[in-house]
């Protein structure tokens, strides 16, 4: 059965819910990682967009902000709908929302290697050779010194620390990684490599059927 990601979106709603409170992490990592980016302008691609609840508020209220080229991708007309009015009420011209599929890497042609790659409410939903494949693929969306941001529950079984493990063999060390504890399973990782050619034309993951993440986005 296929999964309404508009009508998902409602959980935001909850402040109490685990999607809202990370929502909130999500939201300050990304503030903390334009605060350490180098001068200049900056590019960032959200994969699985949604309705750019994540990385469209922090652009509109950070200092940084409007030096961010910014590409979203999500599927759902409807959530695109939403996203581009979020960017256009908050004045966020270079933000663009692609309507596409977010595991296609020509989604992201001519903004690649970013300084920001979100890969939120991702690795939950797909299976564990293509979490394997998309963080290989996160090597060639992310700059040298860029940003990756990615969600993963942290129930058993606990992929985390196999996919800290799968960052640290494409060359990324971690930056942040939530506990088991805190029950809300965001991740942060930064690329120290030099940036790897985007292959055109390929697919970088599928989502499964069976639901595995109860905090996707």
Not at 20 to 31: C, D, M, T
Not at 80 to 85: G, I
Not at 143 to 168: M, Q, S, Y
Request: glycine share 8%.
């Amino acid at each position: 059965m296929t999964r309404d990601w508009y009508a998902w979106h409602h959980h935001y709603e909850d402040p109490t819910s685990s999607l809202s409170r990370r929502l909130v992490e999500v939201r300050q990592r990304i503030g903390a990682a334009l605060d350490e980016a180098p001068p200049g302008p900056l590019r960032a691609v959200s994969l699985c967009a949604g309705q750019g609840r994540d990385l469209i508020p922090v652009l509109a209220s950070h200092r940084r902000g409007r030096e961010v080229r910014a590409r979203l991708v999500e599927l759902d007309p409807r959530n695109v709908e939403l996203a581009r009015a979020a960017a256009r009420e908050a004045g966020l011209s270079s933000v663009e929302v692609v309507l596409g599929d977010a595991a296609r890497t020509d989604a992201y042609a001519g903004l690649v290697p970013a300084d920001l790659v979100l890969a939120c409410g991702i690795f939950g939903n797909i299976s564990d050779a293509h979490v394997r494949d998309l963080v290989r693929h996160c090597a060639s969306l992310c700059a040298t010194g860029g940003t990756v941001l990615w969600t993963r529950h942290r129930k058993p079984p606990d992929l985390v620390p196999v996919i800290c493990e799968w960052f640290a063999a494409e060359g990324f060390e971690p930056v942040a990684v939530s506990t088991p504890a805190e029950d809300i399973g965001v991740g942060e990782h930064r690329f120290l490599g030099p940036p790897r050619p985007l292959p055109a034309g390929a697919t970088m993951f599928e989502f499964t059927m069976g639901r595995q993440d109860t905090q996707p986005g």
